[in-house]
């Protein structure tokens, strides 16, 4: 029953800024990891950032130091802080869960939501 919705997508010029976020519901355990996945049309789903629970971060190098992951433990909300938009950015933005079960692993993907960055 666990469900991911991202929202905060849409048309930015060059140069902006978008928050996106993830509201994560369901049986969900206070250890996991969460993170931003973009993918755009005829290529490969790319990862953007990760964080754990305690809030350790792992960033693309292609983001070069733009975006910003963050995460509420207590609301199990994700954020993605994206500052200095090129078209390159351009693509469909997903929010991913991982949390093990005893010895299984579960891996969760919300519906994404379309950032366009264009003049």
């Known amino acids: 029953q666990v469900q991911l919705v991202e929202s905060g997508g849409g048309l930015v010029q060059p140069g902006g800024s978008l928050r996106l976020s993830c509201a994560a519901s369901g049986s969900i355990p206070s250890i996991n990891d969460m993170g931003w996945y973009r993918q755009a049309p005829g290529k490969e789903r790319d990862m953007v950032a990760r964080i754990t629970s305690s809030g350790t971060t792992n960033y693309s190098d292609s983001m070069k130091g733009r975006f910003t992951i963050s995460r509420d433990n207590a609301k199990n909300t994700l954020y993605l802080q994206m500052n200095s938009l090129k078209p390159e950015d351009t693509a469909v933005y997903y929010c991913?869960?991982?949390?093990?079960?005893?010895?299984?692993?579960?891996?969760?993907w919300g519906q994404g939501t379309q950032v366009t960055v264009s003049s």
């Open positions: 991913n869960l991982e949390f093990f079960r005893g010895w299984t692993k579960y891996n969760y």
